[in-house]
């Protein structure tokens, strides 16, 4: 069965801090995708990152970074350089690719606040 | 490109009452629509999926009688919440699968704030 955890509910640091929001999943599946979701106070989901299993790569994208690791079922996202505007619930989601339609399975969801 | 839009965004009807939440993909077609609820500091829990032209697939729990959904278009997902009650009080959200989704991953819709009063 699929699972996604992220053991950090909230989160608060000050601004220009690094962060790091953890992802640990569960899966029985070869081939999967991980993804990273923002999701500000207006509720909209807004796309950070995916990755799938195949690719253990570590990106960087501005201030974003993910470090994969299979070996450990992880998917841990970094925050550098933290700002105010970085204040969200971020969710680690999986999707599994074998079986066409699959949806996605979302983590509990890590509040995170940057204060000035 | 992939670009999901969804209405109303915010809904407040009365309890008793039926409201009807549209999920459209504007630039690709759907095959597959899910729906997601997300109650205040919750997760996103899928209620159901549907592919186009068949009937849904409820998620354990979820009472198919009263979340309607149609797919009766490539474009075009309903849910329709009836005979609404201040539980159904909920962040509602879309997901649209297309063929080629797996490359670029489930695209979402900006969701529903229903309020029941």
């Known amino acids: 069965a699929q699972k996604v955890t992220q053991a950090q509910t909230e989160i608060s640091v000050v601004e220009k801090e690094d962060v790091t929001l953890d992802c640990v999943y569960e899966t029985r599946d070869t081939t999967y995708y991980l993804f990273w979701y923002k999701q500000p106070p207006s509720g909209e989901l807004v796309f950070l990152i995916r990755r799938n299993s195949f690719d253990e790569q570590n990106e960087i994208s501005g201030r974003y970074s993910w470090n994969f690791q299979k070996s450990t079922s992880s998917f841990n996202f970094t925050i550098t350089a933290s700002q105010v505007v970085d204040s969200a619930v971020y969710f680690c989601a999986l999707s599994e690719a074998n079986n066409y339609g699959q949806n996605f399975v979302f983590g509990p969801g890590t509040r995170l606040s940057v204060l000035p | ?117």
């Open chain 2, 1 to 117: 490109g992939a670009v999901v839009s969804q209405h109303p965004s915010r809904v407040i009807c009365k309890s008793g009452t039926s409201v009807k939440i549209e999920c459209r993909s504007l630039d690709f077609q759907a095959t597959t629509m899910f729906w997601y609820r997300q109650f205040p500091k919750q997760s996103l829990m899928l209620m159901a999926t549907s592919n186009e032209g068949s009937k849904a697939t409820y998620e354990q729990g979820v009472e198919k009688d009263k979340f309607l959904i149609n797919h009766a278009s490539l474009t075009l997902s309903t849910l329709t919440v009836t005979s609404a009650h201040p539980e159904d009080s909920s962040f509602y959200i879309c997901s649209a699968r297309g063929i080629d989704s797996v490359n670029y991953g489930y695209t979402f819709g900006s969701g529903t704030r229903l309020t029941v009063v």
